[in-house]
């Protein structure tokens, strides 16, 4: 930790999980003294917890930051007291495995995404949930229904017992979950599961700027940088309209969107001609 201040990093990020078994899970007392370490220099940390057990004892040893989401049980009554205790900024990270825009053939989807990639997700059993089902998918005996009904409930009682929703997604882990759209997928997935439409839009300025203590950033405010977008619908109607972009500025200069979509388009070729498989 002292290692890392002295690098002037300002925001760490923790894995406490066993990752499946394929890592030993670190133990309570040593996050414990990360996190202590960490405060002493001004570090905010985040957690990557995935049990209740994890994010309950995160909690206890001060954390800032919960990252991802617990849906297979619903969280007990010391996990909802704590959450009103400590109000911790939370970042679920539940869109990286919802392929379900990419197989809709979303226009917003497929300009933000590699034509490859696209015709990869769109020929697997992603886009086909009965072949899916029909080869006994992976143990998994719960319905998709079913798994909506627990991330739902799980997701309402973490921001309604006092988490505060910042946006994350993971973006650019999978080549499928590019960067560009993901994060208007994971607002649609707040709106979804029964945030406000206004509760994903703060969950995604103004909220991660005062979460990562930037002053200038996050709100159109004085002082603060011109950044914005300009949208032809209004998004507290309906949060798919966040992507009905017609303007985008970056500090108040006007952002060339097509100049920039033709560059994104030709590195993509590029990435397709030089790569191999897989
Ligand atoms: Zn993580």
Redesign the pocket.
């Known amino acids: 930790m002292q290692d890392i201040a002295a690098k002037k990093i300002h925001q760490l990020?923790i894995?406490e999980t066993d990752r499946g078994g394929s890592y030993p899970a670190m133990p309570p007392q040593v996050y414990e003294a990360v996190i202590d370490e960490a405060h002493k220099h001004g570090i905010l940390v985040h957690a990557?917890a995935t049990s209740w057990q994890e994010q309950r004892d995160s909690l206890k040893a001060g954390v800032d930051v919960l990252?991802?989401t617990v849906s297979n049980v619903p969280a007990d009554a010391e996990m909802i007291a704590l959450l009103k205790e400590k109000k911790p900024y939370w970042t679920p990270?539940m869109g990286l495995g919802d392929h379900s825009e990419i197989c809709d053939n979303d226009p917003f989807v497929d300009q933000a995404l590699p034509e490859k990639v696209l015709a990869e997700v769109r020929a697997s059993t992603t886009c086909r949930p009965a072949a899916a089902a029909a080869g006994g998918g992976r143990g998994n005996a719960l319905t998709p229904e079913q798994r909506e009904a627990n991330l739902k409930n799980s997701f309402m009682t973490m921001i309604r017992s006092g988490a505060r929703l910042v946006l994350g997604t993971?973006s650019g882990v999978f080549p499928r979950y590019g960067i560009g759209w993901s994060e208007h997928h994971e607002m649609g997935m707040y709106v979804r599961l029964g945030a406000t439409p206004a509760e994903a839009i703060i969950a995604s300025t103004s909220r991660p700027a005062e979460a990562l203590a930037l002053k200038d950033v996050g709100m159109l405010a004085v002082g603060r940088n011109a950044d914005f977008l300009v949208l032809n619908a209004n998004p507290l109607d309906d949060i798919k309209n966040t992507r009905q972009i017609s303007a985008m500025y970056l500090k108040g200069t006007k952002v060339d969107r097509d100049a920039l979509l033709a560059q994104w388009k030709k590195s993509y070729a590029m990435s397709a001609a030089t790569s191999s498989a897989p």
């Open positions: 990020k894995w990557h990252v991802h990270v993971d």
